[in-house]
C-alpha cells in the first residue's frame, strides 16, 4: 500500500475569538500549497482517497489536493485527534493521503513506521509536507519511501523555494 501522510497548509493563526477547529488557510498557504501540489504532480502521484481532518483548514488542503485527486474526499474525526487503530481501518483504498494536524501527523508517521507514536517528536512535519509509505497498513510496518518539505514540492511543481 502506498500512503500519504500530509499537514495542512499555513492557516490563520491561533485567535481567542475564533476557535481553532475553524481556523482557514491564510492566502499564503493556499498559494504554496496550490505549488506543491504541482510538485505531486510531476512526481506523477495520482490519490484514490483523501481523508482529512473535519478542522477547516484540512477540508481546505484536502480541497486543493483535486489535481492528483482521482476519487473520494472523506472527512475522517480520528484525524483530529492521536492516531488510534481506528483510523487504520476508514483506508480502504490505495493510493490514500491522510491530511492532518501536528503533533498527530508526526506520532502517525512513527507509528507506522517504528509502532511507537512516542518517537514522533523526531520528525520536523513542516505544514504543507508530504510524507509517503509504502508496506503493510500496519503500526510498525511501513516504510518511509520520502520524505517532501513543502519547499521541496514547491520547486519540483516550478513555484520556487
Avoid at 499537514?7 to 477547529?21: F, T
Wanted: aromatic share 6%; proline share 11%; net charge positive.
Amino acid at each position: 500500500m502506498e500512503l500519504f501522510l500530509i499537514r495542512h497548509a499555513i492557516a490563520v493563526p491561533r485567535s481567542p475569538s475564533l476557535p481553532d477547529a475553524e481556523r482557514p488557510l491564510t492566502p499564503q498557504g493556499r498559494e504554496r500549497f496550490t505549488q506543491a501540489v504541482a510538485g505531486l504532480q510531476r512526481l506523477g502521484i495520482r490519490l484514490r482517497q483523501v481523508h482529512h481532518s473535519p478542522w477547516l483548514r484540512t477540508v481546505e488542503t484536502a480541497a486543493l489536493l483535486a489535481p492528483v485527486l482521482q476519487g473520494d474526499l472523506l472527512p475522517t474525526q480520528a484525524l483530529a485527534r492521536p492516531p488510534e487503530a481506528d483510523l487504520l481501518h476508514e483506508i480502504d483504498q490505495t493510493p490514500a493521503a491522510l491530511v492532518g494536524h501536528e503533533p498527530w501527523m508526526s506520532e502517525l508517521l512513527a507509528w507506522l513506521m517504528t509502532g511507537s507514536p512516542a518517537s514522533g517528536a523526531m520528525f520536523d512535519f513542516k505544514k504543507g509536507g508530504v510524507a509517503w509509505l509504502e508496506g503493510p497498513l500496519r503500526p510498525g510496518s511501513m516504510v518511509l519511501r520520502a520524505y517532501l518539505p513543502p519547499k521541496v514540492l514547491r520547486a519540483l511543481g516550478g513555484g520556487g523555494g
